[in-house]
């Protein structure tokens, strides 16, 4: 089992930098690939990144390669997403996720467990 606490959201201008960190509980966090996806109002929830056990490998969604950046510390049980040049489309929930898996998938419904969601905002 493994819980998931996200933060580093909030209100920031078009062409900011925001860090979101999520927090894992438990010991096994370095078995776990771990992805990001964010939510925008009257739309899905979408894939933007993942990251494999071993940093080795990490996908992104077309939309955010560039200008998003995925990485893990394993000795503090955290994953973070870098966002550069924000842009109002950006806003959204994030929330991350992990599975327990070598491969990095971009499916919502393939992940075990998901955080409750860090609110970003992106003014014009």
């Known amino acids: 089992q493994v819980q998931l606490a996200e933060s580093g959201g909030g209100l920031v201008q078009a062409g900011g930098s925001l860090r979101l960190s999520c927090a894992a509980s438990?010991?096994?966090?370095?078995?776990?690939?771990m992805g990001w996806f964010r939510q925008a109002p009257g739309k899905e929830r979408e894939f933007v990144a993942a990251?494999?056990?071993?940093?080795?490998?990490?996908r992104y969604a077309d939309s955010v390669k560039g200008r998003f950046t995925i990485s893990r510390d394993n000795a503090k049980n955290t994953v973070y997403l870098q966002i550069y040049n924000l842009k109002p489309e950006d806003t959204a929930v994030y929330y991350c996720?992990?599975?327990?898996?070598?491969?990095?998938?971009?499916?919502?419904?393939?992940?075990?467990?998901w955080g409750q969601g860090t609110q970003v905002t992106v003014s014009s």
């Open positions: 996720a992990a599975k327990g898996s070598f491969h990095p998938p971009a499916l919502a419904y393939e992940y075990d467990y």
């Open positions: 438990g010991r096994t966090f370095s078995s776990y690939v």
């Open positions: 990251i494999v056990l071993n940093s080795a490998i990490t």
